[in-house]
């Protein structure tokens, strides 16, 4: 992917639009959008992601991608090589307990006593 | 002088949402920032998945409060190509019309909330006094002030009537004086001059290697915007197209001033827009449409910038929807133009940012009534089991 993402940057596109992981089984597939030239077209590559393998970052080439790596890791699992915010979060730390929330019908019953 | 570190947030009164910044200070100057999200967790591409795409459209309409219709019409660029739907003209410039109010009030709550920044209590009331207008519009034309919801798969849940569209250009025309001497005030008072100049500057070779997007890319002299480089529904037709204010010192100040002429153009947009429209047409009634294809994309130009909606389907429900709002566009330069910036000046640069993280962060899920709120480690074990 990265020789992909160093031609485009050659051919002076844009830039990346979005990373989107899908699951499909055990099968994972990253799908990456590129912007190009002045009618900002949309261009797509995806690759499949065999359980387990690191999929290099293309933070070197996009720095955009940084935030958009860091979404796979997390909710999908993927490890990118290079990414220095994968494994910090987009979302709350691992072992933080969340807080219990009231269900709906006792947060009806507080307002009614107020 | 020892470097110290100074938190903002993740709640502050300097911010509106939830986002954590670590600021390291020397003295009062900042020498390094570091940004943490994490906390607004909504939901909305978990809802979506699983559904049909008609029901899909009611979660992605609630992703945001401010640009509900620009997300709407994001995922419909995806998804309408994919079914047979046959959209009148009427319907696009529906959208429009309503995409484009949503743009004024945006800038206006922004306006209004820039002002409070900087201790300018007035002038952030006049702001939100007009902003009533507009969602006076969008009661009257949707029935709800915000997530408006006004669109179906292929149509829209209404027409406007000659009323509703009379009532548009009469808040248009009791606005416009109003608003150009808000802008007058924000283009000549000295405090906002003074604090706003020269301050969270972004150099247009930066904007373009980030990939930023919308007004924050524009003022750094950047010509890219949806609507003109590439126009969906409305936007296609020759009357209706857009003239982006570009400007080029890419400071705070710029910002503001893009914004504020950005309201105008909005402006002559919808008042087109409501003499192109035939007020005794009715839109089509709703249809069942199944999707033929697997993937769409769409896009669309929200006020803070370009909204990107990917969705694959699998027999004809939602296998994945991804957003990527503007804001998980722009949030990757927070921390780089906080560099060498005064810590006073702050508040002043991230709302010249506009950021909106309620809308960039979106994973919540409520199963059975009940909400649960996961971490990195519970979504990702959820994940697995399913």
């Known amino acids: ?114 | 002088m020892h470097e110290k570190i100074y938190p903002i947030g993740p709640q502050h009164p300097s911010l509106k949402e939830p986002l954590f910044l670590k600021l390291h200070v020397d003295g009062s100057y900042i020498t390094k920032a570091e940004f943490n999200l994490g906390y607004a967790h909504r939901g909305v591409e978990k809802c979506a998945e699983g559904y049909f795409l008609d029901t899909a459209l009611h979660a992605v309409q609630r992703t945001c409060g401010i640009c509900s219709q620009c997300h709407s019409m994001a995922f419909l660029n995806a998804v309408e190509p994919m079914t047979e739907a046959k959209v009148p003209d009427k319907v696009y410039l529906q959208r429009l019309i309503t995409a484009e109010l949503e743009r004024m009030h945006s800038h206006m709550l922004w306006g209004g909330v820039m002002a409070h920044e900087i201790g300018l209590e007035t002038l952030f009331m006049y702001y939100w006094r007009e902003r009533e207008h507009i969602l006076d519009v969008f009661d009257e034309l949707t029935g709800n002030r915000v997530h408006h919801s006004p669109d179906l798969l292929g149509t829209a849940k209404r027409a406007f009537n000659k009323k509703n569209l009379d009532m548009v250009l009469e808040k248009l025309d009791l606005i416009e004086h109003e608003i150009k001497d808000l802008k007058e005030v924000m283009r000549s008072h000295g405090v906002i001059t003074s604090r706003f100049k020269k301050h969270g500057k972004i150099p247009k070779k930066m904007a373009k290697e980030l990939g930023l997007v919308g007004p924050v890319a524009r003022s750094s002299g950047i010509n890219y915007d949806v609507r003109q480089n590439a126009p969906y529904m409305a936007y296609r037709m020759k009357e209706l197209k857009v003239k982006p204010v570009i400007r080029t010192g890419g400071d705070a100040w710029e910002r503001t001033m893009a914004r504020c002429d950005e309201i105008f153009e909005s402006m002559r947009l919808v008042r087109k827009a409501c003499e192109m429209i035939d007020p005794k047409e009715d839109v089509p009634k709703r249809k069942n449409l199944f999707a033929k294809g697997t993937l769409g994309r769409g896009r669309s130009e929200a006020p803070r910038g370009e909204n990107f909606h990917f969705v694959a389907v699998e027999n004809n429900r939602i296998l994945r929807l991804k957003l990527r709002t503007p804001t998980l566009a722009n949030v990757i330069c927070y921390s780089k133009i906080m560099e060498g910036e005064d810590i006073t000046d702050v508040p002043v640069i991230l709302m010249s940012l506009d950021p909106c993280i309620s809308c960039m962060e979106r994973v919540a899920v409520i199963r059975n009534g009940k909400q649960e709120v996961w971490n990195s480690h519970e979504l990702f074990e959820g994940r697995k089991h399913d």
């Open chain 1, 1 to 114: 992917m990265i020789k992909i993402a160093n031609s485009i940057k050659k051919i002076k596109a844009d830039r990346l639009i979005s990373i989107t992981s899908i699951k499909q089984g055990k099968k994972n597939t990253l799908y990456y959008h590129f912007s190009f030239n002045k009618k900002a077209e949309i261009r797509e590559f995806s690759i499949e992601v065999p359980k387990g393998e690191e999929v290099e970052s293309l933070i070197g080439v996009f720095q955009n991608a940084l935030l958009l790596e860091a979404e796979a890791t997390e909710l999908f699992g993927i490890k990118f090589k290079g990414n220095s915010y994968s494994g910090k979060r987009l979302f709350q730390n691992e072992g933080k307990k969340v807080p219990k929330i009231c269900s709906v019908t006792e947060s009806f019953r507080v307002r009614k006593n107020a």
